[in-house]
């Protein structure tokens, strides 16, 4: 609108005239996308063309009966969280219920369609998400595994001398293993301070709100510590069962 009436110039200030009354312009709402599918039933508009006066302005100012009747017709709500949308209709249901004196002369209308759509994109992005860090986590754990094999071959003699001085297989088991986890580890504590970065910098120049909880902090280390693991088993079976004789000759 603001575009409309007042090309290249700052609208703050000016007037504009709706219907005989002039209102004074004191702000410019960001630019909404443009949606124009239908969904179900339910058409979304454009954003965009909406003016917002006070509600106290418009029942003294716009009460003719071809603009306004004794009564609000509508009231639209936007909810900033959809997942607490049936817990916000319940609300504005007993807000309602109270100054209508329980009359049942009302109906609140909920975008069940647009929910359905939300979640089901929800769903595929949460898949999506899945399947990047399941590879993400395949490709690591195959590269620390490599790495702990080329580990074991260099160091064959060391490990065959500590076999003569009376290590057992398990003890170099325990270490190669640990070696494994700690790798892993490190590379948890990279991705999850890379993270936090990059969930304040999308809450920092977008719409977006990001949640860091404890939880799934805990859940990326352990998960570091089960690849390490498992794919710093085989390297260290290898390693342990290395004869001793054998791997001090080794060159």
């Given amino acids: 609108v603001a575009s ?29 996308s443009l949606f ?14 909406d003016v917002y006066v006070p509600l106290s302005l418009f029942l003294n100012r716009f009460t003719r009966e071809n603009i306004l009747s004794s009564e609000i017709q ?20 007993e807000i309602l219920k109270r100054h209508h004196f329980n009359n049942d002369d009302y109906s609140i209308v909920i975008p069940y369609e647009l929910l359905k759509q939300e979640e089901k994109e929800r769903r595929i ?45 398990i003890d170099i088991m325990g270490q190669f293993v640990t070696e494994s986890v700690a790798i892993s580890i490190t590379g ?9 970065i990059l969930s304040l910098i ?3 120049f977008t719409d977006i709100t990001t949640h860091i909880r404890p939880y799934s902090v805990f ?5 570091s510590v089960i690849v390490g693991v498992s794919f710093g088993y085989l390297p260290a079976k290898n390693a342990a069962n290395l004869k001793p004789v054998d791997s001090i000759r080794h060159e």
Avoid: H
């Avoid at 948890?188 to 936090?196: A, D, K, N, P, S």
């Fill in 36 to 49: 124009t599918e239908t969904v179900g039933e339910l058409a979304a508009r454009d954003l965009n063309t």
């Fill in 188 to 196: 948890g504590i990279i991705g999850v301070f890379v993270g936090v």
């Fill in 74 to 93: 509508q009231i639209t709500v936007q909810i900033s969280n959809s997942d607490r949308l049936i817990e916000a209709s319940a609300l504005i249901d």
């Fill in 4 to 32: 409309t009436f007042f090309k290249g110039e700052d609208p703050i200030g000016k007037l504009v005239k709706i219907d005989d009354q002039w209102l004074e312009v004191i702000g410019v709402l960001e630019s909404k």
């Fill in 125 to 169: 992005y949460n898949f999506l998400l899945g399947a990047i860090a399941a590879i993400s986590l395949l490709v690591g754990g195959i590269g620390i595994m490599n790495i702990m094999l080329a580990t074991v071959m260099e160091r064959t003699r060391e490990i065959g001398i500590r076999r003569a001085v009376g290590a057992r297989k």
């Fill in 202 to 204: 999308v809450s920092l």
């Fill in 219 to 223: 859940i990326a280390f352990s998960f």
